[in-house]
C-alpha cells in the first residue's frame, strides 16, 4: 500500500514538473514539415525581433532558412539553396551583425571549395524580398560546416570558423559587413589531410570565443577533448594563461600546443566513469557559459561493441562539465543508448545546453533507462528503439541532475535538441523528429516547444464535392458544398469565406460565410471555387475545380482528325469516330473490353504482342500546332520501355511524336519531331492506375514554351522543343508500342479514348476531357396549385453519367413557415402536405458519391381557413404578436379565446360571445334532456364541418375539480350551411346530485 502511494506521489510531481514548459499541446508548433541539421553549424537559431529564425536542409537537399512568429504560429520559408546536396552537414550558421542585420552563411559537405552566403537587406528581414541573392566565396579546399560571430570590443569584425584547408578548422574574417572574406588560415593544424578535428564553438558576443574540440573523429582517434578560447587577440586556456597569439595560429597540435583537457582518453580499467570509460572516445556537442562567464559543456563517449559484436551494441554516453575556476569538474551523466546509424556509430541522439541557464540540459535517448549511472556494459534499449528527449536540471553545479521526460512513447525518433540563441526572458526548445537513415537520408519535421501557446492556422477541408475537380452540366442546378474547418481557437474566433478564386465570372454562394452552402454559376466555364478559414491572424483555405455547363469536348470538331474510342467487342478494327475514316487495324495480343475503359470501353494490349496501327495521313503530322490525348492504365511495368500513342519508324526515322512509359524512373518520356528534345513526366505513373495524358504542341509560342505535358487534367510539365513546325513524315500511327517490326517496347494494360487535334487544346477542354464524373441533372417541373393541408403533387428527373454510383435523391425543405410532410423523400417525383400556408422553398438533391447538386422550387401554399393559422391570419393579417394571434389571446376581450372561436366558426375579431343560433356561430348551449325517464344535462354544440387540427370533447363534474369525460349523443346533424350540430351528455342523471356542470374542451396538439 505504502509502495503504491509512493508511486502515486511521483507521478503527480513528474506531471508538475512538465506542466511549466510543456504542459498544454498549444505550445508545441510544427516549424517546418521538411527539415534536418548538424550540430557543427551554430548558431542554427536564434532570435532577433522576437521572431526565431532557424536553418534546416530538406530532404530534397535544398538549403533553408525560415522565419517563424511564436504569436501567430505563421512558419515563413525566407530562401533556399541555388544547390541541391541533400546531407544535414549543411544547414546554416547564422548572426545577427552589429549594424542590427542577419547573416547566413552555408556550405557543402566538403565537395565544393566555397561557402555561401545572405545577408538581410533590413533590420526585420521576415519576408523572402528582405534577403540578398546568394553570394559565395572560394577557398582553396573543401568546405564543410559554418559557424560566424562577432565581437563588440572587436567592432567590424566579423569570423567565420569552418572546416577547410588541410581538413582542418580554419578561420576566415570579413570586415565589410560579409560583403567579401579574407584568405582563409588554420585555426588548429593536424595530420596531412585526413585527420579533422571537431569543435563547438560559442561566444558571449563581447569579448571572447571559446572553442571545444577533439583530437578528430572518433572513429578514427583515440579521442580526448579539449578547450581554449580567443580573447584579445591571443588564445589562452581555460585559467586565463595565454597559449598563443591568434596572429600566429595555427595551433600545432601534433607539437603539443594544445588546449586545456576535459576529458583525456584511457583504455585503463577504472570504476569511476566520472573520470572516464575504458577505450571511450569523446565527440564534443555544446558549449555555454555559467552566469560567472566561466565555460560549461556538454559532450559524448562512445564505445564500440558492448552489449555484442555489431554496430548496435555500440553504446554512448553523455557528461556534462563546468570549468571550477582551477579545474573541469566533468559527471557522466546519462546513458545515450546505441549509435543512430551504421557506419555513424559515434552519431547520439543530441544533448545541449541552455545558453541562459544552463544549470538545464536536454538529452535525446533511446536507453530503457538513461539515467541508470550504476552500470556502463549492460545497457538496455527501448522495445521500440525510440529517441526520446529528457530534461535534467542540477542545483549543484552538474554533480547531480533531477530528469523528467520531454517525450514519451513517440511513433518517431526525437533528435538534435537545440535552444535559439537569444531567446529573451522564456526558453524555446527546438529539435527534429521523424525517420533519421543516415545523414543523407531521412524524413524529418523541425518541431518547437514555447513558452507560451503558439496559435495554429485554421484547417480546413471541402468534403462534398468529394473529388478536387467535378463537371456540372446543368446551369439550373446548384452545386452543395461541404467544407470542415477547425482551428484551437487562438488568437480568435474563426471564420470561414467561399470565393470564387477564378471562372468567367464569380459563382453565387447562397450563404457564403458557412461551412455549408450552394453555389449555382451564372455562366458556363471553370470555376476555382475557394473555402478560406481565418482565425484574425493567420489563414488556410482549400479549393475545388468546377467545370460548369454543357461540356462540347465531344460534339464535332473541325480540327479533330483521329478520335478511336475503342468502344468495340470484337474484330480487329478500331473505328475512328471523328468523321475522317482513320481507323486502326489490331493486332496481336489486343483484346477489346467493351465495360473496362474510362469511357465505356478500352483496348487491352497484351505486353508482348498487341498493337493498334493507323495507316499514315498527312493530317496525323504536318502541322504547327496539334494535341494528342488518351487515357492509359498500365498493368504491369515494361521490360524497359512501354509505348503507348507514338508516330514514328524509329527513333531516328519518321518521329513526328512519340509517348512511352519507361520502367527504370516510372515516368512518361515525350518526343517531338526528334528525340533531340526529349523530356518526361514530373508526375510518377504507378500500375493499376488510370491516366488521361494529353500532350499539346504549339509552334508560335516561345521555343521554352512549345511542348507541355498534361496528367489528369493538371500542367504536368512545360518542356523547350527547337521545331516551329511537325513535318510530314510517313510513320503510322501506332498505340501500344512505339514502332513497328521487330520492335520491343510493347505496352501491358488498357488504353482508351485516343484524340489527335490540329490545335493546341486550352487549359479547359484538356480539363473537360480528363474529367471521368458528371455530377447528377435535376430537372423539376413547375410548382402545382398548392393548397395547406392538401397533398400535392411535385414532378421531377434525375439523370448521371453512372460513373460515380450508387446515385441517391433527396426532397427537402429549404425554408418556409411550417411543415413539410414528404411522402416518399427518395423519389423524383413525390406528394407532400404542408401545415401551414406562406411561401416555401423545396429542395430535390441528387449525388452520385462524388458530387451533389440541387435544384430548387420556391412557390406560394394558399391559405386553408380550416387551419387556426389561416383563420387567424384573415382577421389579422401580417401580425405576429401572439397577444393577438395566439391560441389563448382575446384581441376584441368578449371572454372567447381564438381557439374556441375558431372551433365553433366565431369571429375573433367581433364580440359575439353570445349562444348560437340558425345561420348564426355561437357559443354551445346547455339544458335538461330526458331519456328513458330521466334528466340528464347535455350541451349542444354547432361548428364548422371542414375544421382540422383540434379535438373536440365535453366534460361533468359535480364539484368543479374533479371533471370525468360526456357522452356523444347519436352523429352530428348537418345544418346545410357548412356547420354541423352535436350533443355531448351527462353520464350522470341530475337527480343524483345536488349540482352538475358540463364544459367544452377544445384541444390543439
Not at 552563411?105 to 546568394?134: C, K, M, Q
Not at 551494441?313 to 546505441?338: C, M, S, V
Request: aromatic share 12%; hydrophobic share 35%.
Amino acid at each position: 500500500m505504502n509502495s503504491l502511494k509512493a508511486k502515486g506521489l511521483l507521478f503527480v510531481l513528474l506531471f508538475c514538473a512538465l506542466a511549466d514548459f510543456t504542459s498544454a499541446q498549444t505550445n508545441f508548433a510544427t516549424l517546418t514539415p521538411d527539415g534536418a541539421w548538424t550540430w557543427y553549424n551554430d548558431p542554427r537559431a536564434l532570435y532577433h525581433n522576437g521572431i526565431l529564425y532557424f536553418g534546416y536542409v530538406r530532404s530534397d537537399g535544398k538549403t533553408a532558412l525560415n522565419s517563424f512568429n511564436p504569436t501567430n504560429g505563421a512558419s515563413t520559408l525566407l530562401w533556399t539553396s541555388s544547390w541541391s546536396e541533400k546531407d544535414d552537414h549543411n544547414n546554416p550558421g547564422l548572426l545577427r551583425m552589429e549594424n542590427g542585420k542577419l547573416l547566413a552563411i552555408y556550405a557543402h559537405h566538403s565537395s565544393t571549395t566555397y561557402f555561401n552566403y545572405r545577408t538581410s537587406l533590413s533590420t526585420n528581414p521576415v519576408a523572402p524580398g528582405d534577403w540578398s541573392a546568394e553570394s559565395s566565396f572560394t577557398t582553396a579546399a573543401g568546405v564543410t560546416y559554418s559557424n560566424p560571430y562577432q565581437l563588440s570590443n572587436e567592432p567590424g569584425v566579423i569570423y567565420n570558423f569552418l572546416r577547410d584547408l588541410n581538413f582542418n578548422p580554419t578561420v576566415t574574417t570579413s570586415t565589410n559587413g560579409a560583403t567579401n572574406w579574407a584568405t582563409p588560415q588554420i585555426l588548429i593544424k593536424t595530420g596531412t589531410g585526413g585527420i579533422r578535428p571537431y569543435v563547438k564553438y560559442s561566444s558571449d558576443y563581447s569579448n571572447r570565443i571559446d572553442f571545444l574540440y577533439t583530437d578528430g573523429h572518433p572513429r578514427d582517434l583515440t579521442n580526448s577533448l579539449y578547450h581554449t578560447y580567443y580573447s584579445s587577440g591571443a588564445l589562452h586556456l581555460s585559467d586565463g594563461s595565454f597559449l598563443k597569439s591568434f596572429s600566429n595560429i595555427p595551433l600545432l597540435h601534433d607539437s603539443g600546443e594544445r588546449g586545456s583537457v576535459i576529458y583525456q582518453y584511457s583504455d585503463a580499467p577504472t570504476s569511476d566513469p566520472n573520470d572516464h570509460i575504458p577505450t571511450g572516445r569523446a565527440w564534443c556537442w555544446e558549449i555555454a557559459y555559467q552566469t560567472n562567464g566561466n565555460p560549461v559543456c556538454a559532450f559524448t563517449v562512445q564505445r564500440d561493441f558492448v552489449t555484442g559484436p555489431n554496430w548496435y551494441d555500440d553504446r554512448i554516453y553523455y557528461y556534462y562539465a563546468r570549468w571550477t575556476g582551477t579545474h573541469w569538474q566533468k559527471r557522466f551523466i546519462a546513458q545515450a543508448g546505441r549509435p543512430l546509424f551504421n557506419p555513424e556509430d559515434d552519431y547520439a541522439g543530441g544533448i545541449c545546453i541552455d545558453p541562459q541557464n544552463p544549470n538545464t540540459i536536454y538529452i535525446s535517448s533511446n536507453a530503457q533507462d538513461p539515467f541508470n549511472l550504476s552500470d556502463t556494459t549492460n545497457v538496455l534499449l527501448n522495445a521500440n528503439e525510440r529517441y526520446e528527449l529528457f530534461r535534467g536540471v542540477t542545483t549543484n553545479g552538474g554533480l547531480n541532475f533531477t530528469w523528467i521526460a520531454v517525450t514519451t512513447n513517440s511513433a518517431q525518433d526525437n533528435l538534435r535538441p537545440y535552444f535559439p540563441r537569444n531567446y529573451g526572458v522564456a526558453p524555446t526548445l527546438i529539435w527534429f523528429r521523424g525517420t533519421y537513415t543516415t545523414f543523407n537520408n531521412y524524413q524529418t519535421a523541425v518541431v518547437g516547444l514555447f513558452p507560451n501557446p503558439i496559435p495554429t492556422p485554421p484547417t480546413v477541408s471541402i468534403i462534398n464535392p468529394a473529388a478536387a475537380s467535378v463537371a456540372f452540366t446543368n446551369l439550373n442546378n446548384q452545386l452543395l458544398l461541404a467544407a470542415s474547418a477547425t482551428d484551437d481557437g487562438l488568437p480568435g474566433p474563426l471564420s470561414v469565406a467561399w470565393t470564387t478564386a477564378s471562372g468567367p465570372t464569380n459563382a453565387i454562394f447562397s450563404n457564403p460565410t458557412s461551412t455549408n452552402t450552394t453555389a449555382s454559376f451564372p455562366l458556363p466555364g471553370t470555376y476555382v471555387l475557394q473555402i478560406t478559414a481565418s482565425d484574425t491572424l493567420s489563414s488556410n483555405f482549400a479549393q475545388v475545380s468546377v467545370r460548369a455547363g454543357p461540356s462540347a469536348i465531344d460534339n464535332t470538331d473541325a480540327t479533330r482528325f483521329l478520335w478511336l474510342k475503342l468502344n468495340e467487342s470484337s474484330g480487329t478494327v478500331a473505328s475512328d469516330s471523328s468523321g475522317n475514316g482513320y481507323n486502326g487495324a489490331a493486332t496481336g495480343g489486343v483484346t477489346w473490353q467493351p465495360t473496362g475503359g474510362k469511357r465505356n470501353g478500352a483496348a487491352k494490349f497484351d505486353g508482348n504482342s498487341g498493337m493498334i496501327t493507323i495507316p499514315d495521313n498527312d493530317n496525323l503530322d504536318n502541322t504547327s500546332a496539334f494535341t494528342l490525348t488518351y487515357w492509359f492504365r498500365a498493368d504491369a511495368y515494361p521490360g524497359d520501355s512501354g509505348g503507348l500513342v507514338s508516330k514514328r519508324d524509329t527513333l531516328s526515322v519518321n518521329n513526328a511524336y512519340t509517348t512511352y512509359l519507361k520502367t527504370s524512373d516510372k515516368h512518361i518520356y515525350v518526343d517531338i519531331d526528334g528525340s533531340n528534345n526529349r523530356f518526361s513526366s514530373s508526375a510518377l505513373i504507378s500500375t493499376g492506375v488510370w491516366y488521361h495524358v494529353a500532350l499539346v504542341f504549339d509552334g508560335s509560342l516561345p521555343t521554352a514554351q512549345r511542348a507541355a505535358l498534361w496528367i489528369n487534367g493538371a500542367l504536368d510539365v512545360t518542356a523547350s522543343e527547337t521545331s516551329a513546325t511537325i513535318p510530314n513524315y510517313g510513320s503510322a500511327v501506332r498505340v501500344g508500342n512505339t514502332q513497328a517490326g521487330g520492335a520491343t517496347n510493347w505496352f501491358n494494360g488498357l488504353i482508351d479514348d485516343v484524340r489527335f487535334y490540329r490545335r493546341a487544346l486550352t487549359s479547359s477542354e484538356i480539363q473537360a476531357l480528363a474529367q471521368t464524373n458528371t455530377a447528377p441533372s435535376i430537372t423539376l417541373a413547375a410548382a402545382p396549385a398548392v393548397t395547406n393541408g392538401i397533398s400535392a403533387s411535385f414532378a421531377g428527373s434525375v439523370t448521371d453519367d453512372g460513373n460515380a454510383s450508387p446515385l441517391s435523391i433527396n426532397w427537402s425543405k429549404v425554408s418556409g413557415p411550417g411543415n413539410a410532410t414528404i411522402n416518399t423523400p427518395n423519389s423524383a417525383s413525390t406528394s407532400i402536405t404542408f401545415d401551414r400556408s406562406g411561401v416555401y422553398t423545396l429542395r430535390l438533391a441528387a449525388s452520385d458519391t462524388q458530387a451533389t447538386v440541387a435544384s430548387d422550387l420556391t412557390f406560394l401554399v394558399h391559405s386553408n381557413t380550416n387551419f387556426f393559422e389561416d383563420w387567424i391570419a384573415q382577421y389579422y393579417p401580417g401580425s405576429t404578436d401572439p397577444s393577438v394571434i395566439g391560441i389563448a389571446a382575446d384581441p376584441e376581450g368578449d371572454g372567447v379565446k381564438n381557439l374556441i372561436e375558431f372551433a365553433l366558426g366565431m369571429n375573433p375579431a367581433v364580440s359575439d360571445a353570445v349562444h348560437f343560433s340558425t345561420n348564426q356561430p355561437g357559443l354551445p348551449i346547455g339544458f335538461l334532456l330526458n331519456f328513458g325517464g330521466t334528466n340528464y344535462l347535455v350541451l349542444r354544440v354547432q361548428r364548422p364541418r371542414n375544421v382540422s387540427g383540434i379535438t373536440y370533447a365535453a366534460e361533468t363534474t359535480s364539484d368543479l375539480t374533479n371533471w370525468d369525460s360526456a357522452l356523444i349523443i347519436g352523429p352530428p346533424v348537418l345544418n346545410g350551411n357548412g356547420t354541423e350540430t352535436f350533443l355531448f351528455r351527462d353520464l350522470t342523471p341530475v337527480n343524483q346530485s345536488s349540482a352538475r356542470y358540463m364544459r367544452l374542451k377544445i384541444t390543439k396538439p
